[in-house]
């Protein structure tokens, strides 16, 4: 998604771009939900003519349960949107000639003016080369050796539920709300998300729901380790969770979450999961080549902002080439704006992880993820 930020706003000031996509084919509209945030609203609207308003699930208040089922709201009005929308609203815009999926850049080779990509066989020379390929980045040590992200030391379990597959009574109870539960050293929270197409209409949305639960190392290989035995790493897909894992996870609903939400987790067909992490960079920028998104700043996902960093990535560069003369200038620019602003998130994610008691501070989190 970051680098489909920068290929829209970056092709609206006239540049030739290409995005080169290593995954083959269009992902479907399952994925998590996100709260739809300031940066994220104004690109959609400004950048890719979409009202953000009409492929986005409105809620009026934040609802907190108690550990015994009772809970309690206050007024607080968000929208909600799922990945898929966003996504669909970025390919939408974009010239579909402008991007190939199922082309891995294998490498990339500065210039003085510019840089040689690798794309298979091919060496393609350009101006400017983003790397836009995530938490798992594997051209980001070019412009920041140093920077891969550490393990914080807990995991999102995740879930998209049909809300036609709901109890209408529990449908109810979560309608218009932003819901959470803080127990000991975890968190759980849900809210509903467009369904098919970004349809927002009631009875054809999505129930979104996150549960974050502490998990060491060799906890984490095993929940991310497939029913087939194979081991994905820091995240696990729908579909594939361990029986083994699933049964536990069911259990551990059982104990720990209020009823209403422990019938979410039941209700949900295909669970997922991802290692939280901890990411920073000292620079985006080396030479021509620039790092955005999560390829450079990886934030926890209590921020809310993973997807609005990287839109706010895209137009600071945008704004930048528009407003500074020369393309390096305009280059330091952005990178000081966004330096500034991603190490902000950065601390902010990890304070608001020790305050929910997931997850430690920064050395001691940086220390556990090297043993």
Same mark, same amino acid.
Not at 45 to 69: K, L
């Given at each position: 998604m ?8 970056? @092709?609206?000031l ?8 290593r995954?083959a084919? *269009?992902?479907? $509209?399952?994925g ?5 945030? +300031?940066?994220v ?13 009409? %492929?986005?699930? +409105? ?29 669909a609203s970025l ?5 579909? @000639? ?14 003085? $003016?510019?840089? !040689? ?9 350009? !101006?400017?080369?983003? %790397? ?9 040590r ?8 550490? #393990?914080?030391?807990y995991?999102a379990?995740?879930?998209?539920i $049909?809300? =036609? ?6 449908s ?18 849900? #809210?509903f &998300? ?9 009875? /054809? ?9 502490r998990?060491?190392? =060799?906890d984490?290989?095993r929940?991310?380790? !497939?029913? $087939?035995?194979?081991?994905h ?7 594939? &969770? ?9 259990d ?17 067909r ?7 992490? !901890? ?14 998104g ?14 609005? /960093? ?19 200038g @305009?280059?330091?620019?952005?990178? /000081? ?7 902000a ?9 020790? *305050?929910?008691g ?8 940086? @220390?556990?993820?090297?043993?």
């Amino acid at each position: 998604m970051g680098g489909l930020f920068q290929a829209v706003a970056l @092709a609206e000031l006239g540049l030739d771009v290409t995005v080169w996509e290593r995954s083959a084919g *269009r992902p479907d $509209d399952r994925g998590a939900g996100i709260v739809l945030q +300031p940066s994220v609203a104004w690109f959609l609207s400004m950048f890719c003519g979409v009202d953000p308003d009409r %492929i986005s699930v +409105p809620v009026t208040h934040r609802q907190f349960f108690g550990r015994d089922g009772r809970s309690h709201h206050t007024l607080m009005g968000q929208r909600m949107i799922s990945w898929g929308a966003i996504y669909a609203s970025l390919r939408d815009r974009l010239d579909p @000639a402008r991007y190939h999926d199922g082309h891995q850049v294998t490498a990339l080779a500065p210039r003085p $003016d510019g840089v !040689d990509v690798q794309v298979g066989d091919a060496v393609r020379p350009v !101006d400017l080369a983003i %790397i836009a390929d995530g938490s798992a980045s594997r051209h980001r040590r070019l412009v920041a050796p140093g920077g891969a992200p550490h #393990y914080a030391g807990y995991v999102a379990y995740r879930g998209v539920i $049909d809300e =036609a597959e709901l109890p209408e009574e529990l449908s109810e109870v979560f309608r218009d709300r932003f819901s959470f539960y803080d127990g000991d050293r975890t968190q759980f929270l849900c #809210y509903f &998300i467009p369904g098919d197409f970004g349809t927002t209409t009631p009875g /054809k949305r999505r129930m979104n729901w996150v549960w974050y639960v502490r998990a060491d190392g =060799a906890d984490l290989d095993r929940i991310t380790t !497939d029913r $087939d035995g194979t081991a994905h790493g820091l995240s696990l897909p729908p579909g594939l &969770i361990a029986p083994q894992v699933h049964t536990e996870l069911l259990d551990r609903a059982g104990a720990l979450l209020p009823d209403l939400l422990r019938e979410l987790v039941e209700h949900t067909r295909e669970p997922f999961a991802q290692a939280i992490l !901890d990411g920073r960079v000292s620079r985006m920028r080396s030479g021509r080549t620039l790092l955005t998104g999560d390829a450079a700043f990886v934030v926890r996902p209590h921020t809310a902002a993973s997807a609005e /960093k990287a839109a706010a990535d895209a137009i600071t560069l945008f704004t930048a080439l528009q407003q500074v003369p020369s393309l390096d200038g @305009a280059l330091r620019a952005w990178e /000081k704006d966004r330096l500034a602003e991603g190490t902000a998130l950065y601390r902010h994610g990890i304070g608001l992880g020790h *305050r929910l008691g997931l997850g430690g501070s920064e050395p001691a989190r940086a @220390a556990a993820a090297g043993s």
